[in-house]
């Protein structure tokens, strides 16, 4: 079974930056797509990013493309999301997923197969 445990929310004025960590265990992290969603409250979940089972390759949402990026490690079984430049729009719940099929760099939250417990993020104008 495979655990995700996210870390590095928090609160941090409009502007300011944050790195978020997803520590991936008890599977082979270097055969999953990974990646980030957020969940504001009374909205759906929705997804950020998206990094392949290499890192070669990634893909934004446009709500926060050129802001965040997310990139991995699989030597340490992480993945990371750097978020610059946040907005008070930004604010949710982050939670990391990791996809084990044959998607590219999926985007439905459907398609994922183990999901992280989320991380707080809170942006103060």
């Known amino acids: 079974q495979v655990q995700l445990v996210e870390s590095g929310g928090g609160l941090v004025l409009a502007g300011g930056s944050l790195r978020l960590s997803c520590a991936a265990s008890?599977?082979?992290?270097?055969?999953?797509?990974m990646g980030w969603f957020r969940q504001a409250p009374a909205k759906e979940r929705e997804f950020v990013a998206a990094i392949s089972r290499t890192g070669a390759n990634t893909y934004y949402a446009e709500a926060v493309k050129g802001r965040f990026t997310i990139s991995r490690d699989n030597a340490k079984n992480t993945v990371y999301l750097q978020m610059n430049s946040l907005k008070p729009e930004d604010t949710a719940v982050y939670y990391c997923?990791?996809?084990?099929?044959?998607?590219?760099?999926?985007?439905?939250?459907?398609?994922?197969?183990?999901w992280g417990q989320g991380t707080q993020v809170t942006v103060s104008s």
């Open positions: 997923a990791a996809d084990r099929g044959p998607t590219y760099l999926a985007t439905a939250p459907g398609v994922y197969d183990y």
């Open positions: 008890g599977g082979t992290f270097p055969t999953y797509g």
